[in-house]
């Protein structure tokens, strides 16, 4: 079995200040580990996601992540924020592997609001 | 880039009739298709796995025989809530992807349903 558990349910931040959503799983297989963004009322946008090689994982709209397989974490982090990042960002994790891929197992969610 | 169409976006319908909501691959053959639903203010759970032409696999705790799923062509799986509850007014989601291995998944925008 395998959790997500995302540390913080709500993140108020300043525009153009730094943000960093925090993760952490629990699995006791080998996984892959993903971050959507959800905007009200919509489905998911992928905003990165680790398969294999770097641990420092970049993606969308200036978003990264870094992979720590010891602490079994995959904060996401952005520099500067911008008001349109206001959105609720999820992290995922499912099997590497098999068959299993794209079975996801979400975390509880954060929403990341951005204030003026 | 890669589109799943699901629809409708909401539906409002009252206790113990059936709503179907569907999910189709606009631009990709969609083998695997998911369903997840997410409650108000918590995360979204896996339902079921469907891939083409096999009967759908469910999670833990999911009822089959209420929650109907039909993933009869490559482009289209439909998700049928019989008899509808109240309880079961929730936002459902589907995700496509194509083939076997590490292929993109690509999500719908999500069917709101509101039992009345």
């Known amino acids: 079995a395998q959790s997500v558990t995302q540390l913080d349910s709500q993140v108020p931040v300043f525009e153009e200040a730094p943000v960093e959503l925090r993760c952490n799983y629990s699995?006791?297989?080998?996984?892959?580990l993903f971050w959507y963004v959800q905007y009200p009322n919509q489905g998911l946008q992928l905003l990165l996601k680790?398969?294999?090689?770097?641990?420092l994982v970049k993606g969308i709209n200036g978003f990264e992540a870094e992979f720590n397989k010891s602490q079994t974490s995959f904060h996401l982090r952005k520099p500067s924020v911008h008001i349109s990042d206001t959105a609720e960002y999820f992290c995922?994790?499912?099997?590497?592997?098999?068959?299993?891929?794209?079975?996801?197992?979400f975390g509880q969610g954060t929403i990341l609001t951005v204030h003026p | 880039g890669a589109v799943v169409s699901q629809h409708p976006s909401w539906v409002i319908c009252k206790s113990g009739t059936s709503v179907k909501i569907e999910c189709r691959s606009l631009?990709?053959?969609?083998?695997?298709m998911f369903w997840y639903r997410q409650f108000p203010k918590q995360s979204l759970m896996l339902m079921a796995t469907?891939?083409?032409?096999?009967?759908?696999?469910?999670e833990q705790g999911v009822e089959k025989d209420k929650f109907l799923i039909n993933h009869a062509s490559l482009t289209l799986s439909t998700l049928t809530v019989t008899s509808a509850h109240p309880e079961d007014s929730s936002f459902y989601i589907c995700?496509?992807?194509?083939?076997?291995?590490?292929?993109?998944?690509?999500f719908g925008n999500g069917t709101r349903l509101t039992v009345t």
């Open positions: 680790y398969l294999s090689g770097s641990t």
């Open positions: 631009d990709f053959q969609a083998t695997t």
């Open positions: 699995s006791s297989v080998s996984v892959y």
């Open positions: 469907s891939n083409e032409g096999s009967k759908a696999t469910y």
């Open positions: 995700s496509a992807r194509m083939g076997q291995g590490r292929t993109p998944l690509h």
């Open positions: 995922a994790v499912c099997n590497a592997g098999g068959t299993s891929y794209g079975k996801l197992t």
